[in-house]
């Protein structure tokens, strides 16, 4: 079963780590192979309360791009180097390939042999030598072993085609020729005399059993073929290793993890059908021949808080995405089949996993409950924000005393937790938690911090506004709003951009609103702040 990815945004988040970890037990419960990602760096809040429960941070998933991996390539189609050529060839046929990846005694890739390659080295090639396994000429000639000495067998090929006499007299056998000959027994008996490498007595010939006991003596390797001298000549080059020919034939190979897009870029303009696929270490995985791509295993995707694609994976568009769970406004997110969307008004996606537990009676750990507790309390400011619901507020009562928790008390110790700038650059605390967020051609962003401690940033006013004015020109937002949220006073300070002073200035009919400007009640990022925001941009 291929397994599924569950991640939150792309600035994780208490609620987005918490509940993809959360959602992962569920449907694994339920049957399903899946595994919590995350997609970037682990804030100080989030760490603290995966260490309070003990539960290891998910892996960060880079992308999700279709990779060579995923497709349905000729897995684990290759040959050892020392096929015979024959056997090769029989095997491309049987297969219906041009071309195959050979591979030594530890499956690592050694070169790429194919059917043009073959013909071509036949015709033009040495084939009056010998490289190969005693094995290898065993299957070629159909022969039956009468002798044998060694299992590697390297030398020239002679026929005896000419007289006895002419042999005997003109031509000196030496310990590396390989001797094709037939009922000539004064050449067999020169021969293993000679300590030849190989004799083949072919058609109806056979070997005294003199002649057998000088070539046991002197380590004569002998084999019997029933095929005529012809016929033997003509074939026995075809029991050479494969590794032999030399095709002159550059193999591009690839590694498995290769992205696909990056693939068909390369392939167009090499334009060649055959491609080893390599794994680690060099080992062959298989072949991919261009012609014969047609399905791909598509990662399969979970996405949890979020569904706006600027906020999620790199290569989203290349996954399959089978399930949505939410609890913000419907984003870009589009897909090409029916997919199950539950989006809910909560004050966080936990309250909505926590009802699926509900629904599919599956008891939840006191460890995810620990988790989904701290992502409700974290996203509803230990349920203050305005974003709160009733159903957040029975979630959260029900997982504090199955756990024994004070839910205030914890709330205070993970806020502290991760409300400490201690270590941070203006840059890193900025990026800690942005969103993008789009209407019409106009894109901006609006970071937010949750601190018990507001003067610590404001302090240092100067340089966050030269970070803000930064990433505005870089990523060519129209403009970003910084919220310094006070967790104590339950409002935001504001640090923004110059382009977005009209529109507060307009938002909150002022001639000038200050850098630093501190609303009442302002917490929520999604629900009190975005939907003002986007109904000033015209």
Not at 4 to 31: C, E, M, R
Not at 70 to 78: A, G, I, P
Not at 83 to 107: H, Q
Request: proline share 2%.
């Amino acid at each position: 079963m291929n397994k599924i990815y569950i991640f939150g945004h792309q600035k994780p988040d208490t609620d987005s780590v918490t509940s993809a970890i959360a959602l992962s037990y569920l449907k694994n419960q339920l049957g399903l192979n899946t595994e919590p990602r995350v997609l970037g760096d682990i804030a100080k809040e989030t760490s603290f309360v995966l260490d309070y429960f003990g539960v290891k941070a998910p892996a960060v998933l880079n992308d999700v791009k279709l990779q060579l991996k995923d497709l349905n390539y000729h897995k684990n189609l290759f040959l050892d180097e020392c096929a015979s050529i024959k056997e090769t060839y029989d095997f491309m046929l049987e297969k219906g390939i041009t071309g195959v990846p050979l591979v030594n005694s530890k499956k690592k890739f050694t070169g790429l042999i194919t059917l043009k390659g073959i013909i071509k080295s036949l015709i033009s090639g040495d084939t009056d030598t010998l490289d190969t396994s005693y094995d290898n000429i065993l299957k070629v000639l159909d022969g039956k072993e009468i002798l044998r000495f060694d299992d590697e067998i390297k030398g020239s090929i002679m026929a005896a085609a000419y007289r006895s006499t002419t042999i005997l007299n003109t031509i000196s056998l030496k310990e590396d020729d390989i001797l094709i000959v037939g009922d000539r027994h004064s050449i067999i008996e020169y021969a293993v005399e000679s300590r030849v490498k190989l004799i083949i007595v072919v058609g109806e010939g056979y070997i005294k059993e003199e002649h057998l006991e000088i070539a046991k003596k002197n380590h004569v390797n002998v084999i019997y073929t029933a095929k005529s001298t012809f016929h033997t000549a003509k074939s026995i080059g075809l029991s050479n290793y494969i590794r032999t020919l030399n095709t002159n034939d550059r193999p591009y190979t690839f590694e498995e993890d290769y992205y696909y897009d990056d693939f068909l870029m390369k392939t167009s303009k090499l334009k060649h059908n055959n491609y080893p696929i390599i794994g680690r270490g060099g080992i062959c995985k298989g072949l991919i021949r261009i012609t014969e791509i047609t399905e791909k295993n598509r990662k399969k995707v979970i996405l949890v808080d979020h569904n706006e694609a600027e906020q999620s994976v790199d290569g989203l568009e290349e996954a399959e995405i089978i399930e949505v769970v939410d609890h913000h406004k419907v984003g870009s997110i589009s897909t090409n089949n029916p997919i199950d969307f539950r989006i809910m008004t909560v004050g966080c996606t936990n309250t909505i996993i926590h009802k699926m537990y509900k629904e599919n009676h599956i008891e939840i750990p006191n460890q995810i409950a620990g988790l989904m507790l701290s992502g409700i309390l974290s996203d509803t400011l230990a349920l203050t924000s305005p974003t709160t619901t009733d159903l957040d507020r029975e979630v959260v009562n029900e997982l504090s005393t199955k756990l024994g928790i004070d839910y205030n008390q914890y709330a205070m110790e993970m806020f502290k937790a991760g409300s400490s700038l201690k270590g941070k650059t203006e840059e890193e605390v900025i990026n800690t938690d942005i969103k993008l967020f789009q209407k019409e051609d106009s894109r901006f962003a609006v970071s937010q911090i949750f601190t018990l401690n507001y003067e610590e940033v404001l302090e240092k006013k100067e340089k966050y506004l030269e970070v803000i004015e930064h990433i505005v020109k870089d990523k060519e937002y129209r403009f970003v709003v910084f919220l310094i949220t006070d967790i104590i006073r339950n409002g935001s300070y504001l640090l923004y951009s110059s382009e977005a002073t009209e529109i507060l200035e307009t938002l909150f009919e002022m001639e000038e609103v200050p850098q630093g400007y501190y609303v009442d009640g302002w917490v929520s990022r999604k629900k009190q702040v975005v939907p003002l925001l986007m109904d000033m941009i015209h």
